[in-house]
C-alpha cells in the first residue's frame, strides 16, 4: 500500500469512527475492502492534491488571494456569482451579469511592484478565425498583396491588468506570439516602433492548455519585466505615459449570441497571487 493510500485508509477509519486497533478482518476481506475503498480514497486524495497546490507564501511577499474566498477584491457589481472559489482557485465562466464593468479588481492599489500568478486557460470551445502572424517588431506579418495573414486557432483570452484600467496587461490567451504580451502598446500606433517591439513577447513560454502556467511581473516605473514558467517574455519594456498606480486586475473577455461564443471567453482559473511592493 501506497503511503498516500495508506494515509486516506487511515483517514477512512478514523472519520468512521473505527478503533485501528481492534480492526481485524481476513485478507480476503481486506482486499474486498480496499476495492471498496479505492473510488473513495481517490476523492480523498485528489481533494488533497488539489489544496496542497498552494504554495507557501514567498519570504517578503504577501498573499492576495486566500485560497477560499476573494477576500481582497472587487466583485463586479450585479456579478452574480461568475467570479467564485472553486476547489481552492479562484474560477471565472466569462459570463459576469454586472452591466458595467466585468474585470476583477484588488481593493489596494500599487505603484512598483513584484507579482506572483498562477493560471491556467480551463477550455477553448472558440475558434478564432482571424489571429494574425505577429512579427518580433509587434507588427503582422502581410502578404504579396499587403493582406494581412491570419490563422484559425482554438482561443481563450485573460489577463493581469496593471496599475488600474487602460491598456497595460500581460496577455493569457492561446495565440502563438505566446502569453506576456502588451496587447493595448503593440497595437497602438502612435506608439514608437521600440515600444511596440519591446512589449511583444521574444518566445512562447505557454504550457498546454488545461496546464497551469505561473507568471513573475516587474513593474518598476514605467518598465516592465514578465517572465513566464521561469523564461522571461517582455524585458524592461518601456510603457510611455502608464498611470503612476492602480489596482491590480483579473481581467474579463469575450461574449456571446444566441448562447454561442462570438469572441473568445475568459474561461480561466487563478491561484497562489503573491505580492511585494518595491
Known sequence: MSQDLAMGFNWYLASRQVDKANF??????????????????????????????????????????????????????????????IDGVIDYDAESEAPGEKHLWSEKSYKDFVLYVDWRIKETPWQNPRVPLILPSGLHKRDEKGKEITMIVPDSDSGILMRGPGKCQANIWCWPIGSGEVYGYRMDEKMPADVRRGVTPVTNADRNIGEWNTFKITFKGDRLTVELNGLVVIENAWLPEIAASGPIGLQHHGSKRDGEWVSPPSLVQFRNIYIKEL
Open 24 to 85: 481485524k478482518i481476513s485478507n480476503i476481506s481486506k482486499e474486498n475492502t480496499m476495492n471498496r475503498l479505492i473510488p473513495i480514497l481517490v476523492l480523498f486524495l485528489t481533494g488533497y492534491g488539489l489544496h496542497a497546490q498552494q504554495n507557501k507564501v514567498p519570504e517578503g511577499f504577501i498573499s492576495l488571494f486566500n485560497g477560499t474566498d476573494l477576500t481582497n477584491w472587487k466583485v463586479p457589481e450585479g456579478d452574480n456569482g461568475h467570479w467564485k472559489v
